[in-house]
């Protein structure tokens, strides 16, 4: 199991805890993304695929708003967890286990949106891998469909390397949740540390490590055109609401 597998099925039963509310913003995120779609053409009737749904943010949004989704991912702690909590909120979504580097082993038909939110393509730690990706996505797109997929804004990061991000600081009937990353930087690659302080009825403190390479727009929007993507359009927090830029990208 590689670094990415361990530090997902690890966090799975905490990761909704890095947010102040996790079920309002599966419903924030999903009128965003619902925008962007409905700006590009599509409507509910479109077959959505999540390639890296993690707990099910973004898919379980969708769902409840009456979006067709199907939603993958490499944790199998994490695709548990989506599984319950798909449940939880009556909604009906197809689940696998899936390589987004490999989609091709797992799904035989062709969706017309493939999201890929919060950050997962930068989880390809070499531009080889990134490659194989955005092939292997492309490659369960229709001709017309679009790639949704959210980065974090690395053309600003990468001009100072910052040792760490800002903490978020959630307050509580019961007290309050602290949680922030720690960065070791290796050139564009850097390995993430990240801290969740629960201050609440008791302290406890939980530390999990992953690896990124920071990965900048202008290759990704190359891998992107050179995949068979007539368009790559970037859109940015101000934009959109969303916390991190957002690529929108078209299969010719």
């Given at each position: 199991m590689d670094i990415t597998q361990t530090f997902y099925d690890s966090l799975a039963t905490r990761y909704d805890r890095l947010f102040q509310d996790w079920r309002a913003t599966t419903k924030e995120q999903a009128k965003i993304l619902e925008k962007i779609f409905r700006d590009n053409g599509f409507d509910r009737s479109a077959r959505v695929l999540d390639c890296a749904c993690g707990i099910g943010t973004q898919a379980i949004g969708l769902a409840s708003l009456g979006w067709q989704v199907t939603a993958s991912d490499i944790s199998d702690g994490e695709l548990a967890e989506a599984k319950k909590r798909a449940e939880d909120n009556a909604v009906s979504i197809r689940f696998e286990h899936a390589d987004f580097r490999a989609l091709e082993e797992v799904f035989e038909d062709k969706f017309d949106i493939i999201i890929a939110m919060d950050n997962a393509l930068p989880h390809m730690l070499t531009a080889a891998d990134l490659e194989k990706a955005v092939g292997s996505i492309l490659g369960r797109l229709r001709q017309g469909g679009i790639l949704v997929a959210?980065?974090?804004?690395?053309?600003?990061?990468?001009?100072?390397?910052?040792?760490?991000?800002?903490?978020?600081?959630?307050?509580?009937?019961?007290?309050?949740?602290?949680?922030?990353?720690?960065?070791?930087w290796n050139d564009?690659?850097?390995?993430?540390?990240?801290?969740?302080?629960?201050?609440?009825?008791?302290?406890?403190?939980?530390?999990?490590?992953?690896?990124?390479?920071?990965?900048?727009?202008?290759?990704?929007?190359?891998?992107?055109?050179?995949?068979?993507?007539?368009?790559?359009?970037?859109?940015?927090?101000?934009?959109?609401?969303?916390?991190?830029?957002?690529?929108?990208?078209?299969?010719?």
């Open positions: 959210s980065i974090r804004d690395y053309d600003s990061l990468l001009k100072e390397k910052p040792p760490y991000s800002p903490p978020y600081i959630h307050r509580t009937e019961r007290g309050q949740r602290v949680s922030f990353q720690t960065w070791v564009d690659n850097y390995r993430l540390t990240q801290y969740m302080i629960d201050d609440e009825e008791t302290l406890t403190v939980s530390r999990f490590t992953c690896e990124y390479r920071a990965t900048r727009r202008e290759e990704l929007t190359h891998l992107l055109r050179a995949a068979g993507c007539a368009e790559a359009e970037w859109k940015f927090p101000e934009e959109t609401d969303f916390y991190q830029p957002i690529v929108i990208a078209t299969k010719r």
